[in-house]
Nanobody, 119 residues
Framework: VQLQASGGGLVQAGGSLRLSCTASRDIFSINVMGWYRQAPGKQRELVATLTSGGSTNYADSLKGRFTISRDNAANTVYLQMNSLKPEDTAVYYC??????????????WGQGTQVTVSS
């Protein structure tokens, strides 16, 4: 499975961006899609995840500004980012954790998309 992320770019503080990530083929029905980010000199950190069952998990600091959603039919996950701040500047990575009916888990990462927020 390949993950193709898009939607990054340069935006002014207070602006919005919407990231998209599409899996190259149908994924196992039990899965978690999400977003992580990595700022220069920092470790990769969780942004948000969304299970195939509809459960969400957000980084506490991002709740209320970021919203994750998905289109299961299109194997696509979205990240709506509002009220962006310069500290949101990072490379954003799409992630997929898929579990087969036999209980085997596979993890995939997208190539990353740059988000830059200017002050």
């Amino acid at each position: 499975v390949q993950l193709q992320a898009s939607g990054g770019g340069l935006v002014q503080a207070g602006g919005s961006l919407r990231l998209s990530c599409t899996a190259s083929r149908d994924i196992f029905s039990i899965n978690v899609m999400g977003w992580y980010r990595q700022a220069p000199g920092k470790q990769r950190e969780l942004v948000a995840t969304l299970t195939s069952g509809g459960s969400t998990n957000y980084a506490d600091s991002l709740k209320g500004r970021f919203t994750i959603s998905r289109d299961n039919a299109a194997n696509t996950v979205y990240l709506q980012m509002n009220s962006l701040k310069p500290e949101d500047t990072a490379v954003y990575y799409c992630n997929l954790v898929a579990t087969t009916v036999w209980g085997k888990t596979y993890t995939y990462w997208g190539q990353g998309t740059q988000v830059t927020v200017s002050s």
